[in-house]
């Protein structure tokens, strides 16, 4: 029995090298440098111009390919009054808006909220929400951590040569894991 307890502790023993080893190979591949990324500009792709829930214009500012994905902004460019997100949750992700021209409503859970230049918002992941642009324009900062899918998920809705039905909407959060859970907002 102690023979068995003896074997067993050695093996976790030797497996400690490679967790701390596959730990070490995280921190050596992340970036070491600052960069900047000027106004009006998105880094990796560029302007991407989503079809489906709106047509606004996202940004990647940080990428989770910076970070070891644990973080991912965007700058999003709102050109589609009345129209936003439907019903959805990010099962792994919080999410942050900080908004810097116009105004948005929210629901977050059971609560609403109206939002506008410099007000922010803080989602948890879990928890139903959407929102809609209130405003003819406007522009958030839209924060993820951990950065998730939502790049590919931007990315794809923009490659998209059609506009989507609801259910292939619905199939895209899937696939970048978000489920939508209920409809866009209306505006009151």
Known sequence: MQRNSFIAALSALATLPLISFSSLD??????????????????????????????????????GSDNDNDLAIFEQTSLTQGKGTPLHIHPRQDEIFYVLEGAYYFKVGDETYNLTIGDSIYLPRKVPHAWTQVSKKGKMLVIFQPAGKMENFFVSMAALDHEPSPEEIAQLFAENEMQVVGPPLKID
């Open 26 to 63: 995280k921190v050596i591949k992340r970036k070491t440098k600052g960069f900047k990324i000027n106004a009006g500009e998105g880094r990796i792709h560029g302007h991407i111009k989503l079809k489906g829930v709106n047509s606004n214009i996202m940004d990647v500012k940080i990428s």
